[in-house]
């Protein structure tokens, strides 16, 4: 099953804070979060107030958040017979794109609009224009 994160590692106040060695720390947001999680789950007391969540949904949300060391893959893995809606929810909407052309696409196409010669283009208009670049034949008149 999904091991509980240790207290000890949530002492982050700030998402930005640094630590000991003068890093700053990019998870101290999430570490926070996790924290309020695990306090959460410790109390008991979220669970009457969603009755209106389904019972899958109601189980999954009252559940520690995993660590930042396990294989979120793994984890999701191990919460399969308990959450099945749940999973099949996450296989279809949370899967990640495992190249980087989709962005690279983006970027050539956002340095093909915005040129030296338009380089007056608000934001909002680059973005707009961007867009209808990025659609389907089938799309236009």
């Known amino acids: 099953m999904v091991s509980l994160p240790a207290e000890e590692d949530y002492h982050s106040t700030d998402s930005a804070?640094?630590?000991?060695?003068?890093?700053?720390?990019?998870?101290?947001?999430?570490?926070?979060?996790?924290?309020?999680?695990?306090?959460?789950?410790?109390?008991?007391?979220?669970?009457?107030?969603?009755?209106?969540?389904?019972?899958e949904l109601t189980m999954y949300l009252s559940t520690p958040v995993s660590s930042l060391k396990t294989d979120p893959l793994i984890s999701r893995e191990e919460l399969k017979p308990l959450y099945p809606f749940i999973y099949n929810l996450a296989l279809k909407y949370l899967s990640g794109v495992c190249t980087s052309v989709p962005s690279e696409r983006l970027f050539s196409c956002a340095s093909n609009t915005i040129s030296k010669t338009r380089n007056r283009l608000c934001g909002k208009s680059a973005s707009k224009l961007i867009f209808l670049n990025n659609l389907d034949d089938q799309f236009w008149p």
């Open 17 to 55: 804070s640094t630590s000991e060695s003068g890093t700053i720390d990019l998870w101290g947001h999430h570490k926070q979060l996790a924290q309020k999680s695990l306090k959460k789950y410790v109390d008991k007391t979220n669970i009457g107030n969603q009755k209106h969540l389904g019972p």
